[in-house]
């Protein structure tokens, strides 16, 4: 997922459908986010264009919560941090990503071979 994606996807979240100034505000959020999560030990390989649905997760989760402070704050800061938690449990976030296999041309699940 491309940074551009993930900011599509954070204005979902906060169901922000126009384009305008506040986009800005929006994407000030997801890299807070991204910030935090690397602030906890995540490898910026994780972060660079986040696949990992956790990772996602966390990210969208912490824009809900930060964008517009609501009487919901507590309980959507404890899903971030939950989220956190899970991700804190989980070593591979802090090693460098493994390197995505290159697709054998010969491999017809991958498109090549005839």
Do not use: H, Q
Not at 57 to 75: F, G, M, Q, R, W
Not at 101 to 113: Q, R, T, V
Request: hydrophobic content about 40%.
């Amino acid at each position: 997922m491309t940074k551009a994606e993930l900011l599509s996807a954070a204005k979902l979240r906060v169901r922000k459908s126009a384009t305008d100034g506040l986009d800005a505000d929006v994407e000030r959020l997801v890299d807070t986010a991204l910030s935090d999560l690397e602030r906890i030990g995540v490898k910026s390989s994780w972060l660079s264009a986040p696949e990992d649905p956790l990772l996602i997760e966390a990210v969208l989760s912490y824009v809900k919560a930060n964008y517009s402070i609501s009487d919901d704050y507590d309980t959507l800061i404890g899903v971030y941090n939950m989220v956190l938690t899970k991700i804190k449990g989980c070593a591979k976030y802090f090693a460098e990503k493994p390197e995505e296999p290159a697709a054998d041309p010969a491999d017809p699940a991958a498109g090549g071979g005839d």
